[in-house]
């Protein structure tokens, strides 16, 4: 479980998103720091049950600084006002489909992941793969449990059609995507309680086939 503490450095973060602050409690942010690693950590344990990869994996190899990259965004804000962590076969710098965790107090914290605005030649793979295997995505996004946590499938669409597919091809919806992610919404009580790493498990291993199939377009 996460420590209320931790909740509570990022709301406090959020209303003094500034360095002298920042700096005066450098010591409650890593101890925030400290807690979300060690329940990434726990993840990896659990994803480790399910595949293999994950096992020689360290929290450090999935966890986002916190610290904004500001030189070409008008938010000046130096630090992010949650933590995340993306779980995949090659950390969060990894391409292709994977696990997120993100927390941020509010009820905005949530158990999720997929593929976010791949390259061009990546979206164009993963097309080329839905098309190619319709049926088959048809089945596991059409899962009963996988429809009972994610409620749609997430991600910008193109207006128009993708150049090579007409406007009758079965998958066109999916195939006008540019991102394909799900998520599960955790309320502050959720991510602080003793069950929150089986529930992003549950999550996780539900969202499975679907990663996997993503993935077929990296490997």
């Known amino acids: 479980m996460l420590q209320p503490a931790t909740i509570t450095f990022l709301e406090k973060l959020a209303k003094n998103n500034n360095k002298p602050w920042f700096d005066k409690h450098r010591d409650d942010y890593q101890a925030a720091k400290e807690d979300y690693e060690a329940f990434v950590t726990e993840v990896l344990e659990g994803l480790a049950n399910i595949d293999p990869l994950f096992k020689e994996q360290k929290a450090k190899d999935c966890v986002f600084r916190i ?17 995340g962590a993306f779980f995949s076969k090659g950390g969060r710098k990894y391409p292709g489909a994977g696990y997120y965790f993100h927390l941020e107090p509010g009820g905005k914290s949530f158990a999720g992941g997929g593929l976010w605005v791949p390259e061009a030649p990546l ?6 793969e839905i098309d190619y295997n319709f049926e088959e995505f048809k089945t596991i996004v059409g899962d009963k449990k996988f429809k009972k946590l994610f409620t749609q499938i997430n991600g910008e669409q193109l207006k128009t059609n ?4 007409a406007e009758d091809n079965p998958a066109i919806e999916y195939l006008k995507m540019k991102s394909f992610t799900v998520s599960c ?9 003793k069950g929150v790493v089986k529930k992003t498990m549950e999550v996780f291993a539900t969202m499975r086939p679907f990663i996997d199939f993503l993935n077929r377009s990296v490997d």
Do not use: E
Request: aromatic residues 14%; positive net charge.
């Open 185 to 193: 919404n955790l309320a502050d009580a959720d991510v602080t309680g």
């Open 162 to 165: 993708p150049q090579g597919y």
């Open 67 to 83: 610290f904004r990259d500001v030189r070409f965004s008008k938010d000046k804000t130096p630090y992010k006002a949650h933590f």
């Open 123 to 128: 979206l164009k793979a993963v097309r080329q």
